[in-house]
């Protein structure tokens, strides 16, 4: 519009001076070069000059407009294709929802194409391949997420996460601290922190982690919280036993066992401490004080063991008789006092003994099992193959195993964290599980 009115003035003001020329013929010398020349009126050169000034505004104004219409067509080139992007996004996300991972993300890689710091296609392209375990793609999304906005603490905390389950733990840490040194105080990236850490196994620096959880949480820190404190406290006192630091270690074990009455590994790291002071009777005043808290039957193989060693069974037959003057209805020292008795060839009385655990709980295959060993070494052929019978699905014999009581994972050797599942303080008896109407037992 704007080159039309233009031109349109120009065509007036042309006929105008035009008009003027006829009325002014005088004529001038114009010289064009060194030498040459012409003869022209007054109004015929200034009609030429503006002309030639004319034109080139025309022009001037031509190219503009016709760049202006050019970026105006690019913009909205521009802005149909990034609409036609965050279709292909609500597309992908509706594909995501049901479960379509390869088309949400076709879907994503084309929006992804046109519009590569679309936040929204970036956050969704690393859940769909995190789904899909391309675990590379989706930390390159992220990490093009984490570049695109370094304050989104959101996406550290992902990003670290999916570095964990890759197994890059040097990157999940360095994720986790570059939060903690930005935030100062973050509960979270502690956690994460302390998790690391004791995936590495570096207890003594998870110690430091929960510690300041737990300091943050104070009154509002839960009994898991404690427990996990306790268990740490536990770790760093065995790192510093075996840096030689047993001094330490010991004041830290002793406090436990005052302040976690129910943690095993305290009182048998205590005890094997106490042995190899030769503290033997502190040691077994230590792992019976164990049994009484928690009736963990670990102490009890504890202390036959500490019996054996010592040579001295009759201090084993002593406290299991003592333990069941005081709780006549418990089931593992009746069982284990049996087994013992097994285990020292007292075959009559270990009949005897299991006997009465098996009254006890009847329906435990690892009195079965012992009963039946115990009549077959007396003959009793009959009642050996019933007891046999009844512990069928029981693959131990003398050893009764230990069974964690998070994963379900059984281990022959007590330890105080489950190798699998990592959980502390949570191997028990494994007796079996079958159920029976009345005890087996022909008496």
């Known amino acids: 519009m704007a080159v039309r009115l233009l031109f349109l003035l120009f065509v007036v003001i042309l006929v105008g001076f035009a008009y003027i020329s006829l009325l002014n013929g005088q004529h001038i010398p114009f010289f064009y070069s060194a030498r040459g020349q012409m003869d022209v009126t007054v109004a015929e050169l200034v009609i030429l000059s503006f002309s030639l000034g004319a034109a080139i505004v025309i022009l001037g104004t031509l190219v503009k407009d016709v760049t202006l219409a050019s970026k105006n067509w690019k913009e909205r080139r521009e802005k149909q294709r990034k609409e036609a992007a965050r279709t292909r996004v609500a ?6 929802q049901k ?3 390869d088309d ?13 710091d679309d936040r929204e296609a970036l956050d969704l392209f690393s859940s769909v391949e995190s789904e899909r375990g391309n675990s ?42 570059a939060i903690e040194d930005s935030e100062g105080e973050n509960p979270r990236a502690w956690e994460g922190l302390r998790d690391i850490h004791i995936l590495r196994n570096e207890m003594v620096p998870a110690y430091a982690m929960q510690k300041k959880i737990m300091k943050h949480k104070g009154k509002s820190a839960t009994p898991r919280d404690q ?31 005052r302040d976690h009455p129910l943690l095993c590994a305290p009182y048998i790291a205590l005890s094997e401490r106490m042995r190899s002071r030769g ?53 593992d020292a009746n ?22 655990a098996e009254s006890l709980e009847p329906e435990r295959e690892s009195v079965h099992i012992l009963l039946a060993e115990a009549f077959r070494r007396r003959g009793r052929y009959e009642s050996a193959c019933q007891h046999y019978q009844r512990a069928f699905a029981y693959k131990r014999r003398y050893l009764i195993p230990f069974r964690c009581g998070e994963c379900g994972k059984a281990t022959i050797k007590w330890a105080p964290r489950c190798p699998d599942c ?22």
């Open 91 to 96: 597309k992908a996300q509706e594909l995501f």
């Open 99 to 101: 479960g379509m991972l």
């Open 104 to 116: 949400a993300a076709k879907e994503l890689e084309r929006s992804l194409s046109v519009n590569p």
């Open 136 to 177: 590379l793609e989706a930390v390159k999304a992220l990490t093009k997420l984490k570049q695109l906005d370094p304050s989104d603490l959101s996406v550290f905390f992902r990003l670290a996460a999916l570095y964990r389950r890759m197994n890059d733990l040097d990157n999940a840490l360095s994720l986790l601290k």
């Open 227 to 257: 427990e996990f404190f306790d268990a740490l406290r536990y770790e760093k006192a065995a790192a510093r036993m075996a840096e030689g630091k047993t001094d330490d270690a010991e004041r830290r074990l002793r406090d436990l066992v």
């Open 279 to 331: 503290g033997i009777q502190e040691a077994t005043d230590l792992l019976l004080k164990g049994y009484r808290a928690t009736r963990n039957a670990v102490f009890l193989i504890k202390l036959e063991d500490l019996g054996v060693e010592t040579e001295n069974p009759q201090s084993v037959i002593g406290f299991y008789t003592d333990l069941l003057q005081e709780v006549p209805s418990d089931f």
């Open 335 to 356: 069982l284990f006092m049996g087994k013992f008795f097994l285990r020292l060839e007292m075959n009559d009385e270990a009949v005897e003994q299991l006997l009465k």
């Open 422 to 443: 990592c959980a502390w303080n949570s191997y028990a008896i494994d007796h079996g599980t079958r159920d029976f109407a009345s005890p087996a037992s022909i008496r």
